[in-house]
């Protein structure tokens, strides 16, 4: 079972539509989550960090964590074009020498003008 | 704030040459840096894990004498592609470890990248 397992897609959605993308994770122990988006031959930007049960907003994006599920979301409002992109989950993992960031695969969101 | 800088961001070398690459944190004192290699349209995998004075810590499957690793500094890690192959062409980015203001947790930053070509 892979770490951190996402769709990979393609996910299609028009402009100005609700894209959903979600995560799962299997280290238990993880306390940190992030999302990371990431252009074509670009390095990973940081969108939204998550720590705690619940929801967080952060302009057009959301991010939801569900430990008990470990189940990590993230929802972009009113979708852009500028908002194609892989969107990359990550889990913070807990080792002996110090804290992994593991990495999903990604999901490739393409907004549709 | 946090920013990490990495250069070079583009290098072709021919086959059996070394390639160093640098990763700098600018503003801040990064403790732990982190060596990832993406191949097109793959995930980031996970290098090495380096940290200030002391032996990094490599992924299985790395090879920590083809990929060697220094952080001498707290603001500088470096990587050398040794006698680099075709095989080792790839999208090298660093990162460092900062603790978030408000959080209070570790955030990862992330390097421009270095895109390698061997020939």
């Known amino acids: 079972q892979k770490e951190v397992e996402q769709n990979s897609g393609p996910l299609s959605v028009p402009e100005g539509a609700i894209a959903s993308l979600n995560c799962t994770y299997s280290?238990?122990?993880?306390?940190?989550f992030f999302w990371y988006r990431q252009y074509s031959g670009k390095s990973p930007e940081l969108i939204m960090s998550?720590?705690?049960?619940g929801d967080k907003e952060d302009g057009r994006f959301t991010a939801q964590l569900n430990k008990a599920s470990q189940y990590v979301s993230l929802l972009i409002r009113d979708s852009q074009p500028s908002d194609s992109a892989t969107y990359l989950c990550a889990v913070n993992t807990v080792l002996e020498y110090g804290n992994k960031l593991v990495f999903g695969a990604g999901t490739i969101l393409r907004v549709k003008s | 704030g946090a920013v990490v800088s990495q250069h070079p961001s583009r290098v072709i070398c021919k086959s059996g040459t070394s390639v160093k690459i640098e990763c700098r944190s600018l503003d801040f004192q990064a403790t732990t840096m982190f060596w990832y290699r993406q191949f097109p349209k793959q995930s980031l995998m996970l290098m090495a894990t380096s940290n200030e004075g002391s032996k990094a810590t490599y992924e299985q499957g790395v090879e920590k004498d083809k990929f060697l690793i220094n952080h001498a500094s707290l603001t500088l890690s470096t990587l050398t592609v040794t006698s680099a192959h075709p095989e080792d062409s790839s999208f090298y980015i660093c990162s460092a470890s900062y603790r978030g203001i408000l959080s209070g947790a570790n955030v990862l930053t992330f390097g421009a990248g270095s895109r390698l070509t061997v020939l």
């Open positions: 998550i720590y705690s049960n």
């Open positions: 280290d238990r122990g993880s306390q940190s």
